[in-house]
């Protein structure tokens, strides 16, 4: 029998306690905001249509991906997908963009790559951007100096094409408008031909004070120390030149680079703009916001600006136990802003962080932003139309008729999936009056959250992670209305209130409890939709939710990811197939699942979080807080064909580190390095981790690039 690693320890999801604490305020150790009594699973059970029907009903269609191309046609029935029990069907190769020699679960101090790769750091925390950018020394960083930096713990990134001169125009020049190339999501995002580099935005989700600054003080930062904070969040914008070897080179200072920070001025548009809800002393018109914070995943849309989701706001902000009034302060406690100081003591610097002062400030915060990475004198948008939460993913692809689809998750325990539907067309060219257009799809359109029912007994659902009889969990779901344009479909409730208090308008609606929706993407190859479900401790636990056929484990540790299938193919439907196509854990454990591959030819996934694909359409994982014992790691995993299921493991990251967003490519995987070193005990003044430069440097968090040492394409 295989020698499995170690359980962590008790912190739910393998985390570390000091990661947990800084990047979402301890949410797994406090009350679970959604109170509310929504059915669950096993009580509504599917009778006439199973997943197989709408699958098949589906087949037929295409769909546009993201970036407006045609793709084939959905998935197939599960008999035309290989999907059967003969071991003659799993001989052979693994599956093209997969072929590598797995890496092993190790626990390493250091980015572990297969054999015949080799990896690279693009940029680390602190590194020059902008011009003006003094070199980094971590014992004397101001916020002056951290605005004209890379950030800290990177993120989501997207990559685009670098056009030649930099400028805005040239690239609208170039090949049709922005975004037509190096869009990671759809796998073009490899060698740019002509165009010499590309355009990074990555998002900068959280900073970790104690990993930071030595000596810190947790009870009483300075003014100096919650500047370089406030100047550390945010996204940053970064050309990049392609080296001969296939690697990458940060170009600081290009005309293109930019920093976005919690300081920036953001405008607010759509339904709930202007609104009661977000004004405030400062902003009385409730139209300009400053910042964004916890950005977490993100977009890009077929228009070439990039999308980003505000996720853990609510711990920023302090003194939501003073807020008087009782509804203010109820719908304050379901978006998890509750207590007293807050962990960064931003309130004693800024009035907007405490919310005796300022109840509706946080109500500007937990939306989708939107920004132009081709005009970096742009003002970048807060999307009110595509509601509030705790955002995570915001991948779009497009309609027959050109509308634009957004789906997104809520990453809390028992929160929920949603997806919005534009109800203007995209328009295609590079004009101003086309950009005009397209800068407004996101205003308006329906807001919808996911409603899923399962097709097995509920007897046979037992929280053990065991399959039902018909060998899969599966089965059916709607999309539930929630809002569109100034009308609102929740009782009691107006839209602009649906919009700001989304969650409690799902809860209304009778959304489905979820295991932490994490990365939400449409793949480039089908019409399927894959979601990362984290996992969630609580589930099953007295007084919570109980195992359902989409959440099948009591306890979940290991997480889930789901495939989703749009009725006839059509990303603006009402209705939707599903079926979990993996069930994380240990393969040796009969609680898991990979597609019916055979367990023992998989590599251990645990805690899916971030979601990619490549070239050839195989979906790629990043793990956030391995329970297995093992770093955090990014792995391949075939969606069609005789390897249907077969999880390869490409690479590990340093002890304390998390997999961000992945980008993989046809010749090159880039990965944020988040938090490394971030393990219980650790700070400035003691590190326990030595990467990226080795003894005696701070430790920082970065972007790598891996690519073949012969400079062939990945897994080939």
């Known amino acids: 029998m295989r020698e499995l690693l170690p359980l962590v320890g008790s912190h739910p999801g393998g985390r570390s306690a000091l990661t947990c604490r800084y990047r979402c305020g301890d949410a797994c150790f406090h009350e679970v905001p959604n109170k509310s009594g929504n059915a669950y699973l096993g009580d509504v059970v599917a009778g006439a249509l199973s997943r197989r029907a709408v699958l098949a009903a589906g087949a037929a269609g295409t769909v546009l991906a993201a970036t407006g191309a045609t793709v084939v046609g959905a998935a197939p029935p599960a008999a035309a997908r290989g999907r059967g029990t003969a071991a003659a069907a799993r001989r052979g190769e693994a599956a093209r963009g997969l072929r590598f020699a797995p890496v092993a679960p190790n626990t390493r101090d250091a980015v572990t790559v297969p054999e015949g790769y080799t990896h690279d750091v693009l940029i680390r925390w602190g590194d020059p951007v902008l011009p003006g950018a003094p070199a980094f020394d971590p014992d004397r960083q101001t916020g002056d100096a951290q605005a004209l930096q890379f950030g800290f713990n990177c993120d989501y990134m997207a990559v685009l094409d670098l056009p030649h001169g930099g400028g805005h125009g040239a690239h609208h020049g170039a090949r049709g408008g922005p975004g037509a190339r190096g869009d990671h999501r759809t796998g073009d995002g490899h060698r740019t031909g002509g165009c010499g580099g590309q355009l990074l935005v990555v998002n900068h989700e959280y900073t970790t004070e104690v990993m930071m600054f030595r000596g810190y003080d947790e009870e009483n930062p300075t003014r100096a120390q919650v500047e370089v904070g406030w100047a550390a969040h945010g996204l940053t914008v970064l050309a990049a030149e392609e080296r001969r070897d296939g690697g990458l080179t940060a170009l600081p200072r290009h005309p293109l680079n930019r920093r976005v920070t919690a300081t920036t001025p953001f405008e607010v548009t759509g339904p709930a703009a202007g609104g009661a809800l977000l004004r405030t002393t400062a902003d009385p018109e409730g139209r300009t916001v400053l910042g964004t914070l916890n950005n977490c995943g993100g977009g890009i849309t077929p228009w070439g600006t990039v999308l980003s989701g505000e996720e853990n706001f609510n711990?920023?902000?302090?003194?939501?136990?003073?807020?008087?009034?009782?509804?203010?302060?109820?719908?304050?406690?379901?978006?998890?802003?509750?207590?007293?100081?807050?962990?960064?003591?931003?309130?004693?610097?800024?009035?907007?962080?405490?919310?005796?002062?300022?109840?509706?400030?946080?109500?500007?915060?937990?939306?989708?932003?939107?920004?132009?990475?081709?005009?970096?004198?742009?003002?970048?948008?807060?999307r009110t139309a595509l509601g509030r939460f705790k955002h995570e993913a915001a991948e779009p692809r497009l309609t027959r008729d050109g509308r634009v689809v957004l789906y997104m998750g809520d990453d809390e325990k028992f929160d929920y999936l949603y997806k919005f539907v534009s109800k203007e067309r995209m328009r295609r060219g590079h004009g101003a009056w086309v950009r005009e257009h397209n800068a407004k799809l996101l205003d308006e359109g329906t807001l919808y959250v996911a409603r899923f029912s399962g097709d097995s007994p509920a007897d046979e659902i037992d929280g053990s992670g065991k399959l039902p009889e018909d060998g899969e969990f599966d089965g059916r779901g709607e999309w539930v209305r929630l809002a569109a344009g100034d009308r609102s479909y929740v009782p009691g409730m107006t839209a602009e209130e649906v919009y700001v208090f989304t969650r409690i308008a799902a809860d209304k609606a009778g959304a489905t409890k979820m295991d932490r929706p994490e990365d939400v993407e449409p793949s480039p190859r089908g019409g399927r939709v894959y979601v990362a479900l984290t996992n969630n401790t609580d589930r099953g636990a007295a007084g919570k939710a109980p195992a359902d056929e989409v959440n099948p484990r009591d306890g979940n540790k290991h997480g889930q990811v789901l495939e989703l299938s749009e009725h006839r193919d059509d990303p603006a439907g009402t209705r939707f197939a599903w079926r979990l196509f993996l069930v994380c854990g240990d393969p040796e454990d009969p609680g898991t699942y990979f597609a019916g591959f055979p367990k023992e030819r998989v590599s251990p996934i645990s805690c899916p979080d971030n979601i990619a694909f490549d070239p050839y359409g195989n979906l790629w994982l990043a793990t956030d807080g391995n329970a297995l014992g093992s770093n955090d790691g990014l792995f391949g995993v075939a969606v069609n064909g005789k390897r249907e299921g077969e999880v390869r493991q490409f690479l590990t990251v340093p002890k304390g580190a998390e997999v961000c967003g992945p980008v993989v490519q046809e010749e090159r995987v880039l990965v944020a390095v988040q938090h490394p070193g971030e393990v219980d005990g650790a700070s400035a003044d003691h590190p326990v981790s030595q990467w990226p430069d080795g003894p005696g440097k701070a430790v920082r968090p970065s972007v790598i690039t891996v690519r073949a040492k012969d400079g062939g394409p990945i897994g080939r």
């Open 315 to 382: 711990q920023y902000f302090a003194h939501a136990d003073d807020v008087t009034d009782p509804a203010t302060k109820e719908r304050l406690a379901r978006y998890g802003l509750t207590g007293g100081a807050s962990e960064r003591k931003w309130e004693r610097y800024d009035d907007r962080f405490d919310l005796a002062k300022e109840p509706n400030e946080a109500n500007r915060f937990g939306w989708i932003v939107e920004i132009d990475p081709y005009d970096p004198d742009s003002t970048p948008r807060k």
